[in-house]
């Protein structure tokens, strides 16, 4: 059965009549399988974003073990503000903090090596409150929707802020998404020859930040048509749920509200990282359809 | 009959051994289908580029058609000499003489604005020498080595220096390959809304210039993935190609030497905008497979 996870409701209809609106062959609606394109933000979308992202908890570990080879780090401002998790710090130091960051924990190495490393750490790292692995914290309704879209002919993709590396680690095994079709945000690749073997190098540079505007940016960019449908659950996804909205034909845009702190967690407008506000205010507005995880889902891990 | 334009021969031969040793269920080089990436250069190795690549026959008709509506842009030196094609006084104008050109002509509208200019001059423009429409000037062997690969579980991209858009216009219909499968050259895309409808803007601004090591870090970026197979025609090609060899186990790099000015165009080192010069000299050295299109093609176009 298929949605089995998704309470009956307003939120599980909307799905399921949608997709047969595009899928109904002949219909004055239908959209052939090629141009049956589902994009979902990943972190708060598809799994848990609570305390904070699961890209922080890879980078303080990454930056635990980076500084225990290398003492000097504890003495940057912005190792020390991460490792002694003062965040008010952290903060102080900006963009220019976080950058020393990532660059120290996302770059300097070959994608391989990286990779390597990520798989390594996800294997091992779990959720402060769940106790879970990080990676069994995916969500089983929007699993069992991956899998029913593509079901019904669609191609799903992730748009995420997260670090395209980190999710391509596990998405597949855990999403059925294949590497190719994760986009979100990246260092620049540097092609060499190391030890006579050619690699691409991750270089302490922001490529793309996947964000806000970035969403539809970088779906034109990758994928190069408008998505029918998107799956988002902040302000940053915004402006990709317009673009898919403002395509031709049906569109459905859907919006994750997390209001359930028994089951997961309750929040919105005060996740400073990742702020829900405008979406909410104004889903009506652009015909954006809010699923609530209390009410909709039935369950909420695999 | 599968690559039944390809002549029997070493070309022909390292094609079907190397598909059937990494296709074999079992067999100890074996990679499932996800892992079977194959990625083409377009221009030269998909289809004819000669006497110059279609995308300057693609400016020079939009640059008439923008000077025609507004003739003060014939005073401007870029477009003076694309008009009165001075290809000396083009390149004397550099960079900055291009980049004007292209942004005046591939930019400052929609992505959906763009795709019906490109569609409506593919479907009338046609090559000088040959007669026959651009978008039938793609190879025959060519088609059918796609369609090989797909059928044996292989995805099949273009990674080129054209530009994206202009390669989506075409791609679908003339190789099977869809258009998040096409990753090109491309201007920066702005995310706005237009009359209340969100739209990407293509801005004026260079986003990745996709040739030589720009080729291997747009598949990290896009793809996540080492090709298997890489096919180019060019010393552009040459960094995908030796990424692609750098891979564990078996890997297929071919390059398309153009030596046959009867059926086609013969030429390589002496091509200014995109010669054939170092990947020829050290085939050998890097194990690539030089494709004769005189020896190994029973036939040249669609």
């Not at 008010?88 to 924990?105: C, I, S, V, Y």
């Not at 092609?191 to 006579?196: A, L, P, R, T």
């Not at 749920?241 to 089951?263: C, I, N, S, V």
Request: charged share 30%.
């Amino acid at each position: 059965m298929a949605l089995e996870s998704w309470n009956d409701g307003v939120s599980k209809s909307a799905i399921v009549d949608f997709v047969a609106r595009v899928t109904k062959d002949g219909g004055a609606q239908y959209f052939p399988p090629p141009e049956r394109v589902a994009v979902f933000d990943n972190d708060g979308t598809l799994w848990c974003e609570q305390p904070i992202h699961v890209q922080i908890f890879f980078l303080i570990d990454r930056a635990k073990e980076l500084a225990a080879r290398d003492p000097a780090l504890k003495e940057r401002p912005a190792f020390r503000a991460l490792l002694e998790r003062d965040f008010g710090a952290l903060l102080a130091n900006g963009k220019q903090g976080a950058m020393e960051l990532f660059a120290a924990t996302h770059a300097g190495m070959s994608e391989d090596e990286f990779e390597a490393i990520a798989r390594s750490w996800l294997a091992s790292a779990r959720h402060p409150k769940f106790g879970r692995l990080f990676k069994q914290c995916t969500y089983r309704p929007q699993v069992e929707l991956l899998g029913y879209l593509r079901d019904n002919g669609f191609k799903t993709y992730i748009v995420s802020g997260g670090g395209v590396d980190l999710m391509r680690a596990f998405a597949e095994e855990a999403y059925g998404i294949a590497r190719e079709q994760v986009i979100g945000s990246s260092m620049k690749l540097r092609f060499e020859i190391k030890e006579g073997r050619p690699h691409l190098m991750k270089v302490g540079e922001l490529g793309s930040f996947d964000d806000h505007e970035a969403k539809p940016a970088n779906i034109g960019l990758h994928i190069g048509r408008r998505p029918l449908l998107a799956f988002g659950n902040s302000d940053g996804d915004l402006e990709m749920m317009r673009y898919t909205k403002g395509g031709a034909g049906p569109r459905l845009a859907l919006l994750l509200h997390h209001d359930d702190a028994e089951r997961e967690f309750a929040y919105d407008r005060e996740f400073k990282l990742s702020p829900l506000s405008e979406a909410l205010d104004k889903a009506d507005e652009y015909g954006i359809t809010v699923v609530s995880m209390n009410r909709d889902w039935k369950a909420i891990f695999e």
